[in-house]
């Protein structure tokens, strides 16, 4: 089966930091750009940071530069998501994103994990 | 950042009816635009990209349109299952990439 698996969410005190990851499973993991994306309680959705297959290229947020850092690992087929300095506005479901891999294709996504829940509270 | 708005930001249908949702973009994006599906606990699905294409597995009820600045997506025949919140995605800017505000579909 196709898909996205994240983990490593949970409750964190503000100013914490945190660790999410993304296994993908039943596709070739290292040719797609990856992405994540978070949803505050309620809320719409908000880009976060992508990475393209190699790890050469790495974009983010302008909410996020300097406190999430973004990486992969292509021989565990993972994704992560190094997250410091939280904050309480950080509160949201973070989803794994995957990019298709179509020639010309823009940055949408095709494949979305169930998502984590990040809590960020005192 | 380019600024996506959407509307209605909520609106109420029936089954069977047609449903048309906008999204204007605050700049010319070409049709650098996705649409996505939403239910309540789920993630995203997506629906339609580059403004017009079908994603595969997407009923043909769904459709989308328009290019530059303005955009529709469009439920010809309303079904149970359509009632959720709609996104539409801009990628013309890839950073940032930005969302619509949502629209929820809701049952008349």
């Known amino acids: 089966e196709v898909q996205l698996v994240e983990s490593g969410g949970g409750l964190v005190k503000p100013g914490g930091s945190l660790r999410l990851s993304c296994a993908g499973s039943g596709f070739n993991f290292n040719i797609y750009t990856m992405s994540w994306v978070r949803q505050a309680p309620g809320k719409g959705l908000e880009w976060v940071s992508s990475i393209i297959k190699s790890g050469t290229y790495i974009a983010y947020g302008e909410s996020f530069k300097g406190r999430f850092t973004i990486s992969r690992d292509n021989a565990r087929n993972s994704l992560y998501l190094q997250m410091n300095s939280l904050r309480a506005d950080d509160t949201a479901v973070y989803y794994c994103?995957?990019?298709?891999?179509?020639?010309?294709?823009?940055?949408?996504?095709?494949?979305w994990g169930q998502g984590t829940l990040v809590t960020v509270s005192a | 950042a380019i600024q996506l708005t959407q509307s209605p930001s909520s609106l109420s249908a029936s089954v069977g009816d047609r449903v048309t949702i906008t999204c204007r973009a605050s700049?010319?994006?070409?049709?650098?635009l996705a649409w996505y599906q939403q239910k309540p606990g789920k993630p995203p699905k997506l629906l339609i990209f580059d403004a017009t294409s079908l994603e595969s597995g997407v009923p043909s009820r769904f459709s989308g349109g328009g290019s530059g600045t303005d955009f529709t997506l469009t439920i010809s025949s309303l079904q149970p299952e359509d009632f959720a919140t709609y996104y539409c995605?801009?990628?013309?800017?890839?950073?940032?990439?930005?969302f619509g505000g949502g629209t929820k579909v809701e049952i008349k």
């Open positions: 995605q801009q990628f013309h800017s890839y950073v940032p990439l930005t």
């Open positions: 994103a995957r990019v298709p891999d179509t020639p010309h294709a823009g940055l949408y996504f095709d494949l």
């Open positions: 700049q010319d994006i070409s049709i650098a």
